[in-house]
């Protein structure tokens, strides 16, 4: 099972979600929400093999945290898995946007630069600008992103798909009428399923295989394949954008 965005971190047990999801084979991308809580995290995952730590500064810590940039940029050589990152154009955070849009930038670009990462990015209401922004500077083929719980429009995900895009898939936007509408229109060769935990219900870290299985369930229902077909085309995406 794949789980490509969650937040082992904020969970109470962290080594122990971590062991557990390593016995029960999940594979587990694991976000930082500050640069300053990754070397805990790598410490923790440099030798596991099914779980994996990104470089984050997530956008709605951009308004307190922007100073981290230096200290995410010390740490990017160590690692090819970046996130949680992006920008939030939500009511509660807009007030930082124009500074979430000079780190993500940075972020992007430095990206480019090392060449061969891979990006969870968070676009809460703001879809259209971040794929400008990755458009524009993380060109195609210099690393991979994958949209973490896109909310944009059809026109949007296709533009995304178009740009090389995947999208990870959780169980609460199967639960939402629109949301899970859209996700039927995703090419099945860009999904990828993820628990955003501990930020979803249902969700409680203790069991990786128990955590994922709704979002692997539910995308097998509205695609109408069998669960094991799923398994399969999830692994199969996993393995392409780990290539
Ligand atoms: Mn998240």
Same mark, same amino acid.
């Not at 995952?45 to 945290?65: E, F, I, K, N, S």
């Not at 949209?147 to 990870?168: D, V």
């Given at each position: 099972?794949?789980?490509?965005?969650?937040?082992?971190?904020?969970?109470?047990? /962290?080594?122990?979600?971590?062991?557990?999801?390593?016995?029960?084979?999940?594979?587990?991308?694991?976000?930082?929400?500050?640069?300053?809580?990754?070397?805990?995290?790598?410490?923790?995952?440099?030798?596991?093999?099914?779980?994996?730590?990104?470089?984050?500064? /997530?956008?709605?810590?951009?308004?307190?945290?922007?100073?981290?940039?230096?200290?995410?940029?010390?740490?990017?050589?160590?690692?090819?898995?970046?996130?949680?990152?992006?920008? *939030?154009?939500?009511?509660?955070?807009?007030?930082?946007?124009?500074?979430?849009? +000079?780190?993500?930038? *940075?972020?992007?670009?430095?990206?480019?630069?090392? +060449?061969?990462?891979?990006?969870?990015?968070?676009?809460?209401?703001?879809?259209?600008?971040?794929?400008?922004?990755?458009?524009?500077?993380?060109?195609?083929?210099?690393?991979?992103?994958?949209?973490?719980?896109?909310?944009?429009?059809?026109?949007?995900?296709? +533009?995304?798909?178009?740009?090389?895009?995947?999208?990870?898939?959780?169980?609460?936007?199967?639960?939402?009428?629109?949301?899970?509408?859209?996700?039927?229109?995703?090419?099945?060769?860009?999904?990828?399923?993820?628990?955003?935990?501990?930020?979803?219900?249902?969700?409680?870290?203790?069991?990786?295989?128990? *955590?994922?299985?709704?979002?692997?369930?539910?995308?097998?229902?509205?695609?109408?394949?069998?669960?094991?077909?799923?398994?399969?085309?999830?692994?199969?995406?996993?393995?392409?954008?780990?290539?």
């Amino acid at each position: 099972m794949v789980d490509f965005h969650c937040h082992l971190d904020l969970y109470p047990d /962290h080594a122990g979600a971590i062991a557990r999801r390593e016995r029960d084979r999940v594979f587990t991308l694991t976000m930082t929400t500050t640069p300053k809580a990754f070397p805990r995290n790598k410490e923790l995952t440099d030798r596991t093999t099914y779980v994996r730590a990104a470089l984050g500064l /997530h956008p709605q810590l951009v308004a307190d945290r922007a100073r981290e940039l230096t200290l995410w940029k010390d740490y990017l050589p160590s690692t090819r898995y970046i996130g949680e990152v992006g920008l *939030d154009a939500g009511r509660q955070y807009y007030r930082s946007f124009d500074e979430q849009k +000079r780190v993500f930038g *940075d972020i992007l670009a430095a990206c480019a630069e090392a +060449r061969d990462k891979i990006l969870s990015v968070h676009s809460v209401r703001c879809a259209k600008v971040v794929l400008d922004m990755i458009d524009a500077r993380l060109p195609v083929g210099t690393g991979r992103v994958v949209l973490h719980w896109f909310t944009g429009s059809a026109s949007e995900a296709r +533009r995304a798909a178009e740009m090389g895009c995947y999208f990870s898939i959780n169980a609460a936007m199967l639960r939402n009428e629109r949301s899970a509408a859209l996700v039927a229109t995703l090419p099945r060769d860009r999904i990828l399923t993820e628990t955003d935990g501990p930020f979803t219900d249902g969700v409680s870290g203790n069991d990786g295989p128990a *955590d994922v299985r709704p979002a692997r369930d539910g995308l097998a229902k509205l695609l109408g394949t069998g669960r094991e077909e799923m398994d399969g085309i999830l692994t199969g995406n996993l393995r392409e954008v780990l290539s």
